[in-house]
């Protein structure tokens, strides 16, 4: 049900090796890993969305809402769905999220050309829901239409690049918690979002890259170092500064490079894939006469 160019792994690893790398600390228990968890959510927080994993999923909608997914984060598209074929008996039967995965039966077009073919037009693509558990096809649909946030919190909870943002529809969706409303009564909407890093097994994810990890690993040992600073005695209180000095300078070092490493994308790619985006979105909005 993953939906994301970009590989992310489990960050134990890297939580392992910096207990190794200071496990005189550990054994004599002047710290602990209890808030690496947090601290490495700092450290994404820091790099946005750019660091986050994205994800697919349905939600159905009845009587107006539906249900988040439990990693939600924050909105990258969400679409209103069409030519909803129930395969089961019981299309009105309840199902969690976890429980599905999403194949994209759309035919593959390798189409290279700077405008967009109807093969990936976005209208086109076409999805089944599978149970994980039975293999069985519950229903399959198409794209609609995007939705256009409802209200201010809406848009706050979508990503600046969301194609939500740049269009009016007849239909809207507002958040609230752990519930999403929309005005459609009874239907299923196709969102793709960006997670909160956690994994099915609730292990914390961090994206593959080289860069990255390292500036969570030295923030994580900044942040041991200044807990040991703050509780440091008189006789070690300046060993304990001079640690976390250059363990601070360390971490902004590396933060400086995961930033330039995370947005390095050359003008003629960023063009190319500029010009794309707009050719295969052109057609959508001259045929169902939205704003742009």
Same mark, same amino acid.
Request: proline fraction near 2%; hydrophobic fraction near 35%.
């Given at each position: 049900m993953s939906y994301n160019p970009k590989n992310f792994v489990s960050a134990e690893p890297l939580f392992a090796e910096i207990r190794e790398e200071l496990s005189s600390y550990f054994n004599t228990g002047a710290v602990d890993d209890l808030m690496f968890p947090k601290y490495l959510n700092d450290v994404l927080k820091t790099l946005r969305k750019s660091a986050l994993p994205v994800r697919q999923t349905v939600i159905k909608i009845q009587n107006n809402q539906g249900t988040l997914p439990d990693d939600f984060d924050s909105v990258k598209e969400i679409w209103a769905c069409r030519n909803v074929t129930f395969s089961i008996q019981n299309p009105s039967s309840h199902y969690y999220v976890r429980d599905i995965r999403l194949d994209?039966?759309?035919?593959?077009?390798?189409?290279?050309?700077?405008?967009a073919c109807d093969a990936c037009d976005p209208c086109n693509k076409q999805y089944n829901v599978i149970?994980?558990?039975t293999g069985v096809t519950e229903f399959s649909y198409s794209f609609s239409h995007p939705l256009q946030p409802g209200n201010l919190q809406a848009r706050n909870k979508c990503s600046s690049e969301s194609l939500n943002l740049c269009i009016s529809s007849p239909d809207t969706f507002t958040l609230d918690g752990c519930n999403i409303y929309t005005n459609?009564?009874?239907?299923?909407?196709?969102l793709m979002y960006y997670a909160n890093g956690m994994d099915?097994?609730?292990?914390?994810? =961090?994206?593959?890259?080289?860069?990255?990890?390292? #500036?969570? @690993?030295?923030? =994580?040992?900044?942040?041991?170092?200044?807990?040991? #600073?703050? @509780?440091?005695?008189?006789e070690t209180f300046n060993q304990s500064r001079i640690k976390f000095q250059e363990a601070e300078q360390a971490m902004l070092d590396a933060r400086i490079t995961a930033f330039i490493e995370l947005k390095k994308e050359s003008k003629q790619k960023m063009n190319r894939r500029m010009t794309r985006t707009e050719n295969k979105y052109n057609r959508y909005y001259t045929m169902l006469g939205f704003r742009r």
């Open positions: 994209d039966v759309t035919p593959s077009c390798g189409c290279q050309e700077e405008a149970h994980k558990q459609i009564q009874d239907s299923v909407l196709h099915e097994n609730d292990e914390q994810l =961090i994206i593959d890259d080289f860069w990255v990890i390292d #500036y969570a @690993s030295k923030y =994580i040992k900044m942040k041991i170092f200044q807990k040991l #600073y703050n @509780s440091a005695t008189d």
